[in-house]
C-alpha cells in the first residue's frame, strides 16, 4: 500500500485564496509548509488547477531541501482527446513547477468514462511510469468498477483519492474492498467538510449558500443538505462534540479519526490556508487518537438517521446534482465533447465510428441514428489494439457499457434512453457477474433484455452486447 503519513496537508484551498487574481506570496506559504514539515506533516497534496500550489511546493522544496518530503500532484485534462506529447507535457509542466524529475504520485481524473481518451491517458501516463518521469500513478474520484477495471488492464495504481467523510460514506462500500484485495490506499478528502465539523458551527443559524462562504464550504455545505439538513447535523455536531471532549480534542478530529478507522484508508487529507489557517497542534491529534468500538458505533446510530449519498465515488462531478462548489461544473470546463467522431449521411442518417479495425473491414458503425431510433452494433471491450478489463467479465462488461454509452451520446442521446440489451456470453457460468454489471448500469433503467451463451469472434472476449435506443 502506498506509503504515506496518515494525515496529508491538502493545498486545494491555494486556488480560493487566489481567486482575486492575486497571487499567494510564495516566501510566506514556503514558510508555514515548513512549520507543517516540521511538526510532522511531511506530505503535500495538490493538482494543476488549485492555483499557483505547484510552484510553492516545488519553492519549498529548492529553498528548503526537506527530507522524506512527499509532494502528490494530480492532472485532470479537459474532456477529449489526447495524445502522447500532450501527456508528456502536461507531466513535464508538473515536474518543471515541483522542481523534480520524478512525480512521487501523480494521480488522474476522468470526467466521463463513455469517453475512452480517459484511457488513453492512463495508459500514457504508464509509460511515462516505466519510464521513470512518474513513480507512482494514482486515481481520483474514480468508481469501483472504474478502479477495477483499470487494474484488470495491467495499470499498477497506488491510491484512489476520493471523498469520504461521516457525511459521504460510499467509500466505506465496494470500493474499499476492492482497494484492500489489490493494494491500493484511499486518500480520503473533505473528512472535516470544509470546516463544518468544529466548534465554530455548533448550535449555529444555517447559513446561506453563497458567496459569502469559501468555495469548500459551498461545496460541503451541499453535502450536508444532501446527507440529512443542517438539523441532523447539528445532532451529529453536539454527539461528536461529547466524544472530543473525552479525548480532549477538536469535533474535527474526532470527524477524521472516524474515516482513519477504515482499513482501506491510508490517510486523510486535511486542506489548509497556507499562512492563515492552520490548527498544526489540532491535526497533530490525529497521530494519537483512537476511538473505541462504542464510539464508532454511537456515530454510526447518528448516521443511520440521516441520508446515504447515493451512487458511488466520484459522481459528484459527473452526474447530477452536482456536489461542486458551484453545483454545477462551470468551473471546470464548459463543453463536453462528442466521444466519438460522427458522420452525417445524405439519407438521414448518422453514424457513430469507435475506430476498431472491424467496423472498416466488415463495414459497419458502432452505432447508426435514424430518426429517434439508435441502434448499436455487438460490442466487446476493445479500445483501438488493446483489451481492456482483461480476463474480468465484469471489467469487460463495464468498458462495453461505456462504449455503448459513448456512442449513443455522440448520436445525442444518453443511457437512459436504451430499450433494448442483447448480451452474448462465451462462459455461461460466468452469466452472473456479467448481469451484475449490467445491473449497476441499467438498475433504474430496465431495458428489455436477453443473455444467451455464443461462440465470440476473438478468445480473449468473454462477453459482447449490443443496444437499441429510443430518444
Given at each position: 500500500m502506498l506509503d504515506v503519513s496518515k494525515v496529508v496537508m491538502g493545498l486545494w484551498q491555494i486556488a480560493?485564496?487566489?481567486?482575486?487574481?492575486?497571487?499567494?506570496?510564495?516566501?510566506?506559504?514556503?514558510?508555514?509548509?515548513?512549520?507543517?514539515?516540521?511538526?510532522?506533516?511531511?506530505?503535500?497534496?495538490?493538482?494543476?488547477?488549485?492555483?499557483?500550489?505547484?510552484?510553492?511546493?516545488?519553492?519549498?522544496?529548492?529553498?528548503?531541501?526537506?527530507?522524506?518530503?512527499?509532494l502528490f500532484t494530480k492532472w485532470v485534462p479537459k474532456p477529449g482527446a489526447v495524445d502522447s506529447n500532450k501527456i508528456e507535457a502536461a507531466v513535464r509542466t508538473a515536474q518543471q513547477k515541483l522542481n523534480t524529475d520524478c512525480i512521487q504520485l501523480l494521480q488522474f481524473h476522468a470526467w466521463n468514462y463513455a469517453d475512452p481518451h480517459w484511457l488513453d491517458c492512463l495508459f500514457g501516463l504508464d509509460q511515462l511510469r516505466q519510464k521513470g518521469m512518474i513513480e507512482k500513478i494514482g486515481l481520483t474520484n474514480f468508481d469501483e468498477p472504474h478502479l477495477n477495471m483499470v487494474v484488470k488492464s495491467g495499470i499498477q495504481i497506488a491510491s484512489n483519492q476520493v471523498c469520504h467523510s461521516l457525511l459521504d460514506q460510499r467509500a466505506a462500500g465496494k470500493i474499499s474492498e476492492t482497494c484492500l484485495k489489490n493494494d491500493i490506499g484511499i486518500l480520503a478528502f473533505g473528512t472535516v467538510a470544509g470546516g463544518f465539523f468544529s466548534e465554530k458551527w455548533l448550535n449555529k443559524p444555517e447559513p446561506l449558500l453563497d458567496g459569502s462562504l469559501t468555495w469548500s464550504q459551498m461545496k460541503y455545505k451541499r453535502y450536508i443538505d444532501a446527507s440529512g439538513g443542517w438539523e441532523w447535523?447539528?445532532?451529529?455536531?453536539?454527539?461528536?462534540?461529547?466524544?472530543?471532549?473525552?479525548?480532549?480534542?477538536?469535533?474535527?478530529?474526532?470527524?477524521?479519526?472516524?474515516?482513519?478507522?477504515?482499513?482501506?484508508?491510508s490517510a486523510v487529507i486535511i486542506g489548509t490556508r497556507l499562512g492563515r489557517s492552520e490548527h498544526i497542534a489540532e491535526n497533530k491529534n490525529l497521530?494519537?487518537?483512537?476511538?473505541?468500538?462504542?464510539?464508532?458505533?454511537?456515530?454510526?446510530?447518528?448516521?443511520?438517521?440521516?441520508?446515504?449519498?447515493?451512487?458511488?465515488?466520484?459522481?459528484?462531478?459527473?452526474?447530477?446534482p452536482f456536489l461542486t462548489a458551484s453545483g454545477d461544473l462551470s468551473h471546470h470546463f464548459q463543453e463536453m465533447p462528442s466521444p466519438y467522431p460522427v458522420v452525417f449521411g445524405n439519407d438521414g442518417k448518422s453514424k457513430a465510428l469507435s475506430g476498431t479495425p472491424w467496423e472498416s473491414m466488415a463495414g459497419y458503425s458502432r452505432a447508426v441514428r435514424k430518426g429517434n431510433h439508435i441502434s448499436v452494433s455487438g460490442t466487446t471491450a476493445t479500445h483501438g489494439n488493446k483489451l481492456i478489463g482483461g480476463s474480468d467479465p465484469a471489467a469487460q462488461t463495464h468498458f462495453i457499457i461505456d462504449k455503448i454509452e459513448g456512442a449513443i451520446q455522440s448520436l445525442g442521446g444518453k443511457l437512459e434512453d436504451v430499450v433494448r440489451t442483447r448480451i452474448f456470453v462465451k462462459d455461461i457460468d460466468q452469466w452472473e457477474s456479467i448481469a451484475r454489471a449490467h445491473g449497476n448500469r441499467f438498475g433504474s433503467i430496465q431495458p428489455a433484455n436477453t443473455m444467451v451463451q455464443a461462440e465470440l469472434v476473438g478468445n480473449e472476449y468473454l462477453v459482447e452486447i449490443e443496444a437499441d435506443a429510443i430518444i
Open positions: 480560493d485564496m487566489e481567486r482575486d487574481g492575486i497571487k499567494v506570496d510564495k516566501e510566506e506559504a514556503a514558510k508555514a509548509m515548513l512549520n507543517y514539515y516540521e511538526n510532522g506533516f511531511t506530505t503535500f497534496d495538490m493538482a494543476d488547477h488549485y492555483g499557483s500550489a505547484e510552484e510553492i511546493s516545488g519553492y519549498f522544496k529548492n529553498k528548503y531541501a526537506p527530507e522524506d518530503l512527499k447535523f447539528q445532532t451529529l455536531l453536539k454527539n461528536l462534540k461529547k466524544i472530543a471532549e473525552t479525548h480532549a480534542v477538536s469535533i474535527a478530529t474526532v470527524a477524521s479519526a472516524c474515516i482513519l478507522d477504515n482499513p482501506a484508508v497521530f494519537r487518537l483512537k476511538l473505541s468500538s462504542e464510539e464508532i458505533n454511537a456515530i454510526k446510530t447518528i448516521l443511520a438517521n440521516g441520508i446515504t449519498i447515493p451512487g458511488d465515488c466520484g459522481d459528484e462531478y459527473r452526474k447530477p
